[in-house]
């Protein structure tokens, strides 16, 4: 099985985060999760107070069963609010939100 990252993308100054540092992010359902992120990638995160890597989990609940496969593109923007950072899952030539919430509330 090929292992799923997350890729940074260090263009936003408004959403740049130092290098290997675990970040608490509030997810779309209001979950809070932690992401351990390297220098260009993140390939651990979990919910907070659980220690096993649930990224493929996440990421597969998010944008369904092909995420990672070739000709796939989604973005996970972090973005820092008052409440802290936050993060929204997209697809690059549309937005996934919709369909992304849809996949959480039916729990899969």
């Known amino acids: 099985m090929t292992e799923l990252r997350m890729f940074l993308d260090h263009?936003?100054?408004n959403g740049r985060m130092g290098h290997h540092a675990p970040v608490q992010a509030l997810?779309?359902?209001g979950q809070v999760w932690s992401f351990?992120?390297?220098a260009h990638f993140c390939n651990v995160a979990h919910p907070v107070g659980e220690h096993r890597n649930r990224l493929p989990e996440l990421l597969r609940?998010?944008?369904g069963p092909d995420v990672g496969k070739?000709?796939?593109?989604?973005?996970?923007?972090?973005?820092r609010g008052k409440e802290g950072w936050r993060v929204t899952p997209l697809q690059l030539g549309g937005d996934v939100r919709a369909s992304a919430q849809?996949?959480?509330r039916e729990g899969s």
């Open 70 to 79: 070739p000709g796939t593109q989604y973005r996970v923007p972090f973005e």
């Open 11 to 13: 263009s936003n100054p």
């Open 61 to 63: 609940t998010w944008f």
């Open 102 to 104: 849809e996949r959480i």
């Open 36 to 38: 351990s992120l390297q």
């Open 27 to 29: 997810l779309p359902d």
